[in-house]
């Protein structure tokens, strides 16, 4: 029911910055907790941002002052705004809702940095 489509991944220099998106739908979506996640090779996941559905805000450390979590409920749109990319940023970025019974995942979308 809950689908999550995500945009903006791809390939950028070490400096760049992307916007990603993820749309929900089959959610009401403004009374959601939503979460970005990301997955380097041979790593674990990680949350890096978290938004709650009354607009509070936690960040990684690694991404703190470079990365911006934000919401348009009318579009059920959730976007991550990343910031002086560095190669260590690369990873598949995940996109997640929190329902009151389950996370629900978007796809993954890979963002690479190049040096």
């Known amino acids: 029911q809950v689908r999550l489509v995500e945009s903006g991944g791809g390939l950028v220099q070490a400096g760049g910055s992307l916007r990603l998106s993820c749309v929900a739908s089959?959610?009401?979506?403004?009374?959601?907790?939503m979460g970005w996640y990301r997955q380097a090779a041979g790593k674990q996941r990680e949350l890096v941002a978290f938004?709650?559905?009354?607009?509070?805000?936690n960040y990684a450390d690694s991404v703190k002052g470079r990365f911006t979590i934000s919401r348009d409920n009318a579009k059920k749109t959730v976007y991550l705004q990343m910031n002086n990319l560095k190669p260590e940023d690369t990873a598949v970025y995940y996109c997640?809702?929190?329902?009151?019974?389950?996370?629900?995942w978007g796809q993954g979308t890979q963002v690479t940095v190049s040096s």
């Open positions: 089959g959610s009401i979506f403004s009374i959601n907790d």
């Open positions: 997640a809702l929190y329902a009151p019974s389950r996370v629900y």
């Open positions: 938004l709650t559905s009354g607009g509070s805000t």
